[in-house]
């Protein structure tokens, strides 16, 4: 009698469905890494006028990257993890240097950061797919 297929993302491999509170906080890990990126990004520019940000710098990236790597660790695939790091970081800075610096956001590149966001939302599809029919086998 055939297996039924796993639910999407809760097996890997014979292994039992993942506990609720580990993917839950591989989601925390990622958004607190791009927090801190997003924070170090932004201070970077502020920097420039006070430079005791530069250590608001330092501090934020190295524990994007500590973070970075725990969600590695705990499971979630590098390109999936990369891909969102990027895209939520690239569109978070964009948005937040507009109101914080008055840097100008223009429709061209709203649509951009749009178009960067459905790209991750591909990838993390196609992800979970591949995943879906992995576990099939």
Same mark, same amino acid.
């Given at each position: ?17 993942? %506990?609720?509170? $580990?993917?839950?906080?591989? @989601?925390?890990?990622? /958004?607190? &890494?791009?927090?801190?990126?997003? #924070? !170090? ?35 979630? %695939?590098?390109? $999936?993890?990369?891909?969102? @790091?990027?895209?939520? /970081?690239? &569109?978070?800075?964009?948005?937040? #240097? !507009? ?39």
């Amino acid at each position: 009698m055939p297996r039924p297929p796993p639910q999407s993302g809760t097996a890997h491999r014979g292994r039992p469905p993942e %506990p609720r509170v $580990v993917r839950v906080r591989k @989601w925390l890990l990622l /958004g607190s &890494a791009i927090a801190f990126e997003v #924070s !170090a990004s932004l201070s970077l520019k502020g920097a420039l006028d006070r430079p005791l940000l530069y250590a608001v710098v330092v501090v934020g990236y190295v524990a994007s990257f500590v973070l970075l790597s725990r969600v590695l660790v705990a499971g979630l %695939p590098l390109g $999936v993890t990369y891909g969102i @790091w990027g895209a939520v /970081g690239v &569109a978070a800075t964009a948005v937040l #240097s !507009a109101w914080i610096f008055d840097e100008r956001l223009t429709a061209l590149m709203l649509g951009g950061i749009t178009l960067v966001i459905a790209g991750v939302l591909l990838v993390e599809i196609g992800s979970q797919r591949a995943r879906s029919r992995q576990e099939a086998v």
